[in-house]
């Protein structure tokens, strides 16, 4: 069998979780629900099982290098430092064998973020401050915590954070700005979106404060909800009711654009998931279980005017019935 992989044989967003989890693997064994993730992951798509089987290989191969380097991170204890090393033998296996490009930052960024999730999967990370953070589907973060602060930075996707009261001051990074929650308890839900963060106050009290703004910070109180850019923000509304409702497993619509309720949804899928123009305002409500979008595909037929067209499981369009 021929090992030599190109870009049109995987694509870059599979190679990328694939590392991901050999990477969580070499760090400790799996609990029952990441080992369950991981096999629902690898059941998922034939071209997953074809990069996690290219992977292990590569992998193999980096464990034989004569290199002092290689030797070093591999047999190293489980720290920081170690992790990092065998990210970067792993991605150094993965560009120059496979062939993959992760030049891009973003993507980069997402595989050496400390923890993060998969499309369609919802995970939970207990940190040593005693707060929560739930990660959503296809989501990165990375956590720094020393004697005088606590520093996250959300590198994609969404998460909802239950932060405890600490003496250390907690500050959150996304790529339009900073978001000091201080050192008292708070609950907020943050989404990185195209060239804007939505941040979504459920409990306490935070500042806000754009990467470009010169001016004081913006203070948000709980049941209040906000999107900014780097140079401002939008103006404060209140809480939405289905703020942080994916945390329960749920997608919840009030009159939603039905484009916009897709574009939602696909969030939670792998491959492409379209809305005919000619559909794409009908207005949808309600509760939906995101373990099945494929029963809420099917729901859709029967709430609305539409035809959802699958070419295969990973190319549905939902356009207008005839």
Not at 94 to 118: C, I, K, P
Not at 251 to 280: P, T
């Amino acid at each position: 069998m021929n090992e030599s992989l190109n870009k049109s044989d995987i694509a870059p967003a599979v190679a990328r979780q694939a590392v991901a989890w050999l990477i969580e693997m070499q760090e400790g064994t799996l609990s029952a629900s990441r080992q369950h993730a991981w096999q629902q992951w690898l059941n998922g798509h034939a071209e997953h099982q074809r990069a996690w089987a290219h992977i292990q290989r590569v992998n193999q191969r980096l464990s034989g290098l004569s290199s002092p380097l290689a030797h070093a991170a591999l047999g190293a204890p489980k720290s920081a430092g170690r992790r990092h090393a065998v990210k970067l033998l792993v991605l150094l296996g993965v560009g120059g064998t496979l062939g993959w490009n992760l030049r891009d930052e973003q993507a980069m960024q997402s595989l050496l973020a400390d923890y993060s999730s998969g499309v369609g999967e919802r995970r939970q990370v207990a940190l040593d401050d005693g707060s929560r953070l739930q990660l959503n589907t296809a989501s990165a973060v990375d956590v720094r915590f020393d004697g005088q602060q606590r520093l996250i930075r959300l590198l994609q996707g969404e998460i909802l954070m239950t932060a405890a009261a600490d003496p250390r001051p907690l500050e959150l990074l996304t790529g339009e700005g900073r978001i000091q929650a201080g050192s008292t308890a708070s609950r907020f839900n943050l989404r990185q979106l195209q060239g804007r963060t939505h941040l979504a106050l459920l409990e306490g009290t935070v500042q806000l404060q754009p990467a470009a703004h010169t001016g004081a910070a913006l203070v948000l109180q709980a049941r209040q909800q906000v999107s900014f850019d780097r140079h401002a923000w939008d103006r404060v509304q209140a809480l939405d009711a289905g703020s942080g409702a994916w945390t329960d497993g749920l997608l919840v619509a009030s009159r939603m654009r039905l484009a916009d309720f897709l574009q939602e949804l696909g969030r939670y899928r792998h491959g492409r998931l379209k809305c005919d123009d000619r559909v794409a305002d009908l207005l949808i409500s309600g509760s939906y279980p995101l373990a099945d979008s494929e029963r809420i595909l099917d729901m859709l037929e029967v709430a609305l005017p539409v035809k959802v067209q699958r070419l295969t499981r990973y190319w549905v369009t939902v356009q207008a019935r005839a």
